[in-house]
């Protein structure tokens, strides 16, 4: 608890402390005799207001000087104002418990409402804690400690053991583990290498690396995050909103109804001959007062909402908004790029078909033929192979535009390439039907195998794509500027409704526009991206997420959530917690209006009296605001 949460809390166990010994006092002095308290005297009737004062004071001093302020800065109509007013006619109609308990309650209330907001900032104030406070930088021999604002793209850093990576980089020396909870909500320490990227808000856990940077702080992505969460509390939902404007309205008309109902039917009664009944029909506008305070409304849907944000963080998903967490829960149709989103983006050897020599051997001969290349796939052969590459095995290299490379390795005839190569060198080859780039190999003109290399789907993209299905998302279609071959390979083995392939940018976009058309009035449209090459089609759509670990800045900043660790399985992690928190924010709404409407009604009947008042005002705030604090756990989900 906070001191000040700490401050209310005694407070209210001393007015609670005070309002039941005094309560107790009196009822005892009633039935001894020693006072009527049905008609006591008048001071008797002094030492018992002054008595219920203390309490009511005690607890309710800050309410009755908020109210006061308010009149006189022109902001009448709000709860604190409805408080006051309800209380002090209490308290002057001689209703003196009524009116400490109604108090009372309201500030337990509100203790429930600050612990609450308290407990869903704390959570998104764990994710602010990957700020770095500095970034080390070796001088002559000792390391210096710098504002990482200060450190360009390109610097080499230090970071040891314990410390926070300040800046986005590639491991240029040293192995460690990090610890990316904070970004990505993942448990299970990441180990990285020489040649390994990582980003920043990672604590590293074990050895020293050095790092050399890629982007400047302001660019890294825990400036990202940071921005990210710091404005997301500005793009407020429709359901947020509407509870806005409704209060506005609401408040001012309950206050004159109640005046109506205080004043009318006693005129009434007048007017026809008989006795007014002015204190039973005041004490009803009171009681209507209290029980009409909206707070449960407008304290419990903004925290329901803040809640699921902060939820969301704590398991790697970042939100920029209510807005967009209101939008997501009514996903029908997601939309997915394929490299980098369902895929690793990434080249690796997925196969070695009719092979006459061992695979290994096969795998060695072929990266020494491709070790003067930086081609994609040339990397990926040297990467399979995983060792230094010793270029002196390796002679009279010649590379063939469009067909492959032909080398001697240890003074053998090495070819590597595909069919057009093997057709040049008069070599009859094997065909393939797999999925990906297929390199042939040959040695001294004979045929020894080939190398299917591809673009291996991330582990949980497929269970990513059945989640989907199962939590009831009408249609998923993959979007990618492959050729038609390797999508259909992929949308058929990760479960894809539909793919589109060999399409630009802008192709995307026609797309997205056909299938924005078939969600329908209430059915929203998600695209998922990475590239940069992807941020027109995220802006489009009614909800963009990008993955935010290896992503492109131009997609994290075109798009409205971002995924954390890049991983597709948090895409239903997210509906799911959206549907959770709408779920939540309907039940409150409900709650509130169905029990005050209920309440409304008997307090000017004249059944329900401020005991019941206190239960639809403070008792629906307190068990609103109780149910709005499940938002914050999302984990099982």
């Known amino acids: 608890m906070t001191k000040k949460q700490k401050k209310v809390l005694r407070r209210i166990i001393i007015s609670a402390v005070l309002l039941v010994a005094m309560a107790v006092t009196f009822t005892v002095l009633d039935k001894t005799g020693m006072v009527d ?12 207001i002054v008595a219920y004062l203390i309490p009511y004071l005690v607890i309710g001093y800050d309410i009755l000087k908020k109210a006061f302020l308010g009149i006189i800065h022109g902001e009448v109509f709000d709860e604190n104002f409805l408080m006051a007013i309800a209380t002090v006619g209490a308290m002057v109609l001689g209703e ?31 994710l602010m804690d990957i700020r770095p406070d500095y970034a080390n930088i070796e001088r002559d021999g000792s390391l210096e400690q710098v504002d990482p604002d200060q450190i360009p793209a390109g610097s080499v850093i230090v970071v040891q053991p314990g410390e926070k990576v300040p800046i986005d980089g590639e491991v240029i020396d040293g192995t460690s583990s990090l610890d990316t909870a904070a970004l990505t ?47 997301s509390s500005s793009h407020k939902s429709r359901s947020e909103n509407f509870i806005s404007r409704f209060a506005r309205a609401y408040t001012p008309a309950v206050c004159y109804s109640a005046l109506a109902l205080a004043i009318l039917p006693p005129v009434i009664n007048l007017m ?19 029980i009409s305070c909206p707070c449960a409304l407008v ?55 009719h092979n006459t020599i061992p695979e290994e051997k096969l795998i060695e001969l072929a990266a020494l033929a491709e070790c003067a290349s930086s081609h994609p796939i040339s990397k990926s052969l040297q990467k399979a192979y995983g060792r230094e590459i010793e270029r ?7 590379e063939i535009s469009g067909s492959g490379v032909i080398a001697r390795v240890d003074g053998a005839e090495v070819a590597a390439g595909n069919g057009k190569l093997m057709k040049r060198m008069g070599v009859d080859y094997m065909d393939c039907h797999s999925s990906g780039t297929i390199i042939h190999i040959a040695i001294d003109g004979k045929y020894a195998g080939h190398v299917v290399i591809s673009d291996v789907e991330k582990p949980t993209s497929r269970a990513a794509i059945a989640e989907l299905k199962k939590i009831g998302v009408k249609k998923t279609v993959m979007l990618t500027g492959d050729i038609g071959r390797v999508a259909e390979y992929m949308a058929k083995k990760l479960g894809v409704d539909q793919y589109r392939s060999d399409l630009l940018p802008a192709d995307k976009v026609a797309e997205v526009e056909k299938l924005l058309a078939e969600t329908g009035r ?23 997420i990008a993955m935010g670990a290896m ?37 409150n709404i409900a709650f509130a209006l169905g029990v005050k409407a209920l309440c409304l009604i008997l307090g000017a009947l004249g059944i329900a009296n401020m005991w019941a008042a206190i239960f639809a005002d403070v008792g629906v705030m307190v068990l609103a605001v109780l149910n709005a604090i499940r938002a914050l756990y999302v984990h099982s989900l």
């Open 272 to 290: 026809m001959g008989m006795p007014g009944g002015w204190e039973i029909w005041v004490y009803r506008a009171l009681t209507f007062l209290v």
């Open 392 to 398: 002196d095995r390796v002679t009279g290299i010649q």
């Open 551 to 587: 992503g492109s800045d131009a997609a994290i900043e075109a798009a409205d959530i971002v995924l954390m660790d890049d991983d597709p399985m948090k895409i239903s992690k997210a509906i799911k917690i959206s549907r959770k928190c709408i779920g939540i924010v309907y039940q």
């Open 185 to 231: 909500g993942e448990s299970r320490p990441r180990d990285v290498k020489a040649g390994d990227d990582i980003i920043s808000g990672c604590i590293n856990l074990t050895g020293v690396l050095k790092v050399r940077t890629t982007k400047a702080f302001g660019e890294s992505t825990v400036s990202k995050i940071l921005e990210l969460m710091e404005n």
């Open 96 to 126: 003196y418990k009524e009116a400490s308990a109604v108090m009372l309650f309201y500030q337990i209330g509100e203790l429930f409402q600050s612990y609450a907001v308290g407990k869903s900032r704390r959570n998104i104030a764990a």
């Open 299 to 353: 304290i419990s849907i903004p925290l329901s909402f803040f809640a699921g944000l902060g939820g969301a963080s704590k398991e790697g998903v970042l939100i920029k908004g209510s807005n967009y967490l209101e939008a997501l829960s009514q996903t029908s149709i997601v939309v997915f790029d394929k490299t980098g989103t369902l895929t690793r983006g990434v080249f690796e050897v997925s196969g070695i078909h």
């Open 37 to 48: 308290l049905e008609n006591p005297s008048v001071m008797w009737r002094c030492i018992e």
């Open 522 to 544: 209430k059915g929203k449209l998600a695209f998922v991206g990475d590239g940069i090459n992807d941020a027109p089609v995220l802006s489009r759509a009614d909800i963009g």
